[in-house]
Structure formats: C-alpha cells, structure tokens
C-alpha cells in the first residue's frame, strides 16, 4: 500500500503491482476462486490507488502545469471508466459468460491510463514541481492510500472538497465488509 519515495515514485510503483495482479488475473484458470480472489486484490488497488490521486496528485497537476485543469478532467475521466468496469466485474462470477472480455477491457483501460500517466503527467510534474513538493505529495498518496475505499463507487465525488470528505467514511465502511467477508486476505 505504500512504497516510499516521491508521489512519482509511490505511483509508478502501483502501476507495476497493478500490473502484475492483471496478468496474474488474466493466466489464471478460467472460473477458478482464485480468478476472483485476485480480481479483489486489483479492485482493492486501483481504487485505492484512483482515490489517493483524485485526492493529492490531480489539485497539484491542476496548480502546477499549464492546461492542468484539462489534464487532471482527462486522468479523471479514465479513473471514471475504470471504476465502471470495476463496478460491472464486481458482480460477476469468474465463469460469467463475459468475465474474460470485460477483464480484457479493464487492462486496455488501465494501460493506456499509465502510459499517459507516466510519458506525460509524470514528466511534467518532475519538471513544474521541486523534490520537497513531490516527496510531501508522496507522503499524503501513501496517507490516502490508507483509508481509501477498496469497492468502487462509480457516483462518488471525485475532486475536493467532496472525495476528501467523503473517501474516509466510505473506506471504514469498504474494511469492515472486507474483514467480515475475508476480501482482500
């Protein structure tokens, strides 16, 4: 959940990891528990990951770099289709008759998301921001991270005040269905 280093460097990480849990996702046995079991483990991370971002690295992308107001709508709308993919994933079986196809729609989404991310946003943020102000956001992702939600919420705010006001309650709410459930162990 938290890697250490600058916002950058926290970020890029989880993209590798989420990554990773897709391609664990997509070679494991069709219908198989542990399809679903690793399919929690990507939701629980994207949405961290999605909440953590909405909430410290798009108002400074906003404040930092020019065009950043359209910048940070775009990443956000890219957050807003993954979350709907993630919502649709959520109740479905690992042998439903489309879990393959929207699984394959997931990682084309969140591909091109950190492609973008990491050749552009990235890039210029290295560029527009000093090393404190990259390492502070990276303490306050890894923060977010913590008391994010782990389910989607498709109609949930996605920019301040309404995400920070709001990602806590529903993320006590998401950890204490998952301890009862057992999702994500």
């Known amino acids: 959940m938290g890697h250490g280093g600058d916002v950058i460097e926290e970020l890029t990480t989880d993209h590798r990891e989420v990554d990773a849990l897709l391609e664990e996702l997509q070679a494991a046995a069709p ?7 690793l399919l929690d483990q990507v939701t629980i991370e994207l949405v961290r990951h999605s909440v953590a971002e909405e909430e410290h690295l798009y108002p400074a992308v906003r404040r930092h770099l020019a065009g950043g107001d359209a910048l940070a709508d775009e990443e956000i709308a890219d957050h807003s289709r993954v979350e709907k993919l993630l919502k ?26 950190v492609q973008d991310e ?27 991270k913590k008391t994010a939600p ?13 995400n920070k006001l709001l990602a806590p309650g529903a ?15």
């Open 171 to 185: 993320g006590l709410v998401d950890r204490a269905r998952d301890f009862v459930t057992g999702r994500g162990k």
């Open 88 to 113: 649709e994933l959520e109740g479905r079986g690992a042998d439903a008759v489309d879990f393959d196809e929207l699984v394959t729609k997931l990682k084309a989404e969140v591909t091109s998301h």
């Open 31 to 37: 219908g198989s528990s542990e399809r679903k079991r």
């Open 150 to 162: 782990t389910r989607p919420h498709p109609s949930a705010p996605d920019t301040p005040p309404g």
């Open 118 to 144: 990491e050749q552009n946003l990235f890039v210029q943020l290295r560029h527009a921001c000093d090393k404190d102000e990259l390492s502070e956001l990276g303490e306050k992702v890894r923060r977010a």
